[in-house]
Nanobody, 124 residues
Framework: VQLQASGGGLVQAGGSLRLSCAASGRTLSSSAMGWFRQAPGKEREFVAG????????RYADSVKGRFTISKDSAKNTIYLQMNSLKPEDTAVYYC??????????????????WGEGTQVTVSS
């Protein structure tokens, strides 16, 4: 599975951005997809996940109510709509996928497939 993320950029606090991630290759191997992020000097953390079949979603507490993950099955693409952005949302965001839904819903998800990151910078 190949994952290509796009949509990062620079935005002021309170603004919005939408990230996209297109999956290609053995996409049937992806039962769940999601987003992680890594801020400078911090560990990589889970942001949001979505089940490919049921569209069930999961969010980190830090983004609940502000971020929305969605998918377009016809395009093999997921999105992350980020609203009310805060400076602490500044990070490199990574698109991920896994063949097992349980992986993405684990207490500490460790999906198999990772795309290149896209930088999101929120200025105060």
């Amino acid at each position: 599975v190949q994952l290509q993320a796009s949509g990062g950029g620079l935005v002021q606090a309170g603004g919005s951005l939408r990230l996209s991630c297109a999956a290609s290759g053995r996409t049937l191997s992806s039962s769940a997809m999601g987003w992680f992020r890594q801020a400078p000097g911090k560990e990589r953390e889970f942001v949001a996940g979505i089940s490919w079949r049921s569209s069930m979603t999961r969010y980190a507490d830090s983004v609940k109510g502000r971020f929305t993950i969605s998918k377009d099955s016809a395009k093999n693409t997921i999105y992350l709509q980020m609203n009310s952005l805060k400076p602490e949302d500044t990070a490199v965001y990574y698109c991920t996928a896994d063949a097992q839904i349980s992986t993405m819903w684990a207490p500490s998800p460790r999906p198999t497939y990772w795309g290149e990151g896209t930088q999101v910078t929120v200025s105060s």
